[in-house]
């Protein structure tokens, strides 16, 4: 994931680089567009996953057994 986030910086250094007028800079302009869309992506994705991951790690356990209880302390070990 890492270097995906990179990829907006480098395509916005070549289109820094490219010509208005050169045949390729629509394109390079258009996935410079979709790698930002992706990123966005991404960082929501990132962000669910974390909301999910605190719910789970301070509401499930009022509810749950003792005994589910210590495996769910487990299963929250694993996931970290």
């Known amino acids: 994931i890492q270097r995906v986030t990179r990829y907006p ?6 289109l820094k680089h ?5 045949p390729d800079y629509q394109l390079i302009k258009q996935a410079l567009d979709c790698a930002r869309q992706i ?11 974390k909301d999910k991951y605190l719910f789970l790690k301070t509401k499930l356990p009022v509810i749950l057994h003792p005994f589910d209880h210590q495996l769910f302390l487990i299963f929250l070990q694993y996931l970290q």
Do not use: G, M
């Not at 910086?9 to 070549?14: G, H, S, T």
């Not at 490219?18 to 050169?22: A, D, G, I, R």
């Open 9 to 14: 910086l480098l395509i916005e250094k070549i």
């Open 39 to 49: 990123n966005e992506k991404i960082n929501q994705q990132k962000k669910n996953i």
């Open 18 to 22: 490219t010509l208005n007028n050169h």
